[in-house]
């Protein structure tokens, strides 16, 4: 059996950090900001003052037979204000809770206003090279509304999701399915070997048994009569219950809106697995990671899954995350 070695690279502010206590990391597709929890030892060297809020704050983790990689990347939030010394510090993403504007944004694109509050946010933007499936109105105007919020607007009317790219400046703006998390490899995770068992809890989703996905297309302003678009299902079986979702959206054409009911029918039919787990640590895992995942009691088929959420722990010479997961395809 090999035996790893966990270790971890710190910096706040001006120092490198050589001894701390724990560090938990979490990331959810649910929150546009990481929050890193930081405890160091009751040394003398960890003062109350020693850092302050707004330091930078960057942490990679893994394990000495293999090379480490970012997991956090942002400022101080608050320290606490009693020993031994604790810090909650918060991504880049952060920075786009604060700072409100107003703007008037004529003729643009989502992406177009999505860039510019990634960047206002203090992000780099980092856009899907696709085109959002809906339109916003020729005039979209943004009234002492933070960069986040329009963000998250921008995400609802959209569909697609926004956040810092964990331990980098960077923002993402795009569908779930092409950020960045989600391309490259796909870690295999088998239940009984690098996952643990008695901390399992996937189920899986067989068959959700929807016939068709139908889009209903608006012209953005709702001016012009809606037009429908569907996608069927083309493994469905007669004699199965019928379901048919309907998603009222804005798109330039019924042929763009065809596009997003397939996406849709894709994304709520497909079969797979949804729950819980623990395992290892690997810092290349973050909310939307596709990962490979094995579950014997099931059957012996490997099954993707996207990765909805994760706590990566360290502390007391071990190193394991907390992965939620949602979702995914045969």
Known sequence: MVVLSPEFKLTVGKYAVHGITSAVVNMTRKKPADVCELEFPNHKAFTLDVFAEGDQVDLSLGFK??????????????????????????????????????????????KDIAKDALS???????????????????????????????????????????????????????????????????????????????????????????????????DGDYKLPPKTAEFKARDYKDGDAERKLTFVVSAPTKEKAAERAEEEYLKLSTSGFKGSFRAPGNPYIRQGSRIALKVPKYDDNVRHATVESVDHNFGDGVYEMAVTVAGGYE
Not at 66 to 72: I, K, N, R, Y
Not at 80 to 104: M, Q
């Open 120 to 218: 206002r946010g203090g992000m780099v933007p980092q856009l899907s090279p696709f085109d959002p499936p809906t339109m916003p109105p020729t005039k979209f105007r943004v009234n002492g509304h933070t960069p986040a919020q329009v963000l998250d607007t921008i995400a609802e009317e959209t569909g697609w999701v926004w956040y810092a790219i964990p331990g980098t400046s960077d923002g993402y703006f795009g569908p779930a399915w092409e950020e960045p998390a989600a391309q490259g490899k796909a870690y295999l995770f088998i239940v009984g070997q690098n996952v643990y068992a008695d901390d399992c809890e996937i189920e899986y989703i067989k068959d959700r048994r929807i016939k068709k996905v139908a889009v209903t297309l608006t």
């Open 65 to 110: 037979e293999f090379a480490l990689a970012p997991v956090f990347s942002g400022a101080i939030k608050e320290v606490e204000p009693n020993l031994p010394l604790k810090i909650t510090c918060e991504s880049v993403a952060g920075e786009a809770r604060k700072n409100a504007y107003k703007e008037t944004y004529t003729s643009a694109s989502w």
